[in-house]
C-alpha cells in the first residue's frame, strides 16, 4: 500500500492483519507488524493486543502473555468503556 502511495497504513489495517496472522497461529508474524507499527510511530492499541494475547493463548504461551499485558499497563493501554447517563 505504502509503495503504490494509494494510501497510508493506519493501526485499523495493521490490526486487521496482526489478527488474521494471530488466528493463522502466525504469531511471530504479527508480532514483527506490532514492532514495524512502534518504528513507524502509529500507536497500537486495546485490539492490538486483544489480537496478540489471543494469538498467545492459543499457542500456550503464557509468558508471552504475561509479557504483553505488561507493555499494555506501561504504555498506559486500556480499554475505554463508554456509559450513557
Excluded: H
Excluded at 506490532?34 to 489480537?51: H, R
Excluded at 498467545?56 to 508471552?64: A, Y
Excluded at 499485558?69 to 506501561?74: P, Q, T, V
Aim: hydrophobic share 35%; net charge positive; charged share 25%.
Amino acid at each position: 500500500m505504502e509503495k503504490r502511495r494509494r494510501c497510508k497504513p493506519n493501526v485499523n489495517v495493521y490490526n486487521t492483519i496482526i489478527d488474521s496472522f494471530c488466528k493463522d497461529k502466525m504469531v511471530g508474524e504479527a508480532l514483527a507488524l506490532l514492532q514495524e507499527m512502534i518504528e513507524k510511530g502509529i500507536p497500537s492499541d486495546v485490539v492490538t493486543y486483544n489480537c496478540l494475547i489471543g494469538g498467545q493463548c492459543n499457542l500456550n504461551r503464557w509468558k508471552d502473555v504475561t509479557k504483553l499485558f505488561s507493555e499494555m499497563k506501561d504504555y498506559k493501554i486500556t480499554t475505554q468503556w463508554w456509559m450513557p447517563q
